[in-house]
């Protein structure tokens, strides 16, 4: 890994911003940037910087991650960047909000090293297969539209009440879910935390797959 890999770090919690700042650096020569609150991200992101990666909490004043994340997806200079929520809210609500923005990821604080790994190893890894096009899943399983969306939206509930307790998630029962309505990435990250009997590693999969579920049900609804 060299370290031309820049990765943004958002949280108006110096703290917070510290911590998470030296998880990263623990798993990698990461090149680290830091702001302070949404707007000071979106300062640094509108006039150029390009990370490979932006880990941002959730709740911040001036420009709150969920505003932020908005932001992002929807300016094609910096839209494709994945963007991970840190946030100690662990409801469904908020994290199928995350989703449905397009969030490639999310964290429960206290977070710990595996689930930050777990995060990164989104960089550098485009050879993960893509997501299947939401129109071939549904000819795949003979469904209209209508049916993959009902199909995805119990998949977020699902993978959302694992993320409340990833140690005990079915986590296989989930890749094959994610497998099935063409998630192949997180359906192999998944399967890959269910061999390590991690409850770290089962988060940083979990996190993945709600990010992906809630982009495909995006793409199902274009």
Request: net charge negative; charged share 25%.
């Amino acid at each position: 890994m060299s370290m031309d890999v820049r990765v943004l770090v958002v949280d108006d919690d110096v703290v917070s911003r510290m911590m998470l700042m030296h998880l990263v650096d623990s798993c990698g020569p990461y090149e680290i940037a830091e702001a302070e609150d949404g707007e000071d991200a979106w300062r640094q992101l509108a006039g150029g910087l390009q990370p490979a990666i932006v880990f941002c909490d959730l709740r911040m004043p001036n420009l709150s991650g969920m505003c932020l994340l908005a932001r992002v997806r929807a300016d094609a200079a910096v839209a494709s960047i994945p963007f991970v929520l840190v946030s100690a809210a662990s409801d469904s609500e908020t994290m199928a909000e995350a989703g449905r923005l397009g969030a490639s990821g999310y964290i429960v604080k206290p977070f710990a090293l595996e689930q930050v790994r777990a995060q990164l190893a989104q960089v550098g890894q485009r050879d993960e297969p893509p997501d299947e096009d939401p129109d071939a899943v549904a000819r795949r399983l003979g469904i209209g539209p209508e049916r993959l969306l009902v199909y995805l939206a119990g998949l977020q509930r699902q993978l959302e009440e694992a993320a409340r307790q990833p140690a005990a998630a079915p986590l296989l029962r989930l890749a094959e879910g994610c497998a099935t309505l063409g998630l192949a990435a997180s359906a192999a990250r998944l399967r890959a935390a269910a061999g390590q009997a991690d409850a770290k590693a089962a988060a940083g999969a979990i996190g993945h797959a709600v990010g992906a579920a809630g982009r495909q049900q995006r793409r199902a609804q274009a």
